[in-house]
């Protein structure tokens, strides 16, 4: 989950514009009635475009040009490999936000 993290703060600090300050917040909250854990990691940059934030964890999707845009997918295949799931949305005014959500049970299994 550490390489997660990495990557989405590089993800979010290479997609910001020069020279513009860039805040990140990572929360973590556990939902006892849903019975999941849930990692929210949110920006104050610039946001997905919308025209593709429906396929940002896709292979090859970047909006920079030094990108291979495998950064997002690299990070939902991490996800998924610890049997969770990952969303993409944008914050008003503006900003990205990532949301994790994990199985409490799942999550327990793994740390024994």
């Given at each position: 989950i550490s390489r997660v993290l990495?990557?989405?703060i590089k993800?979010?600090?290479e997609a910001k514009k020069e020279n513009n300050k860039l805040s990140i917040k990572i929360k973590s909250r556990v939902l006892k009635k849903e019975g999941i854990i849930r990692?929210?990691?949110i920006d104050d940059g610039n946001g997905f475009p919308e025209d593709i934030i429906d396929k940002v964890f896709e292979p090859y999707i970047t909006t920079k040009e030094k990108s291979g845009g495998l950064g997002l997918a690299i990070v939902q295949n991490i996800i998924e490999q610890h049997d969770g799931q990952i969303f993409a949305s944008n914050v008003k005014p503006h900003g990205a936000r990532i949301t994790i959500e994990f199985s409490i049970i799942d999550a327990?299994?793994?740390v024994k």
């Open positions: 990495i990557n989405l993800n979010a600090t990692l929210t990691i327990l299994r793994e």
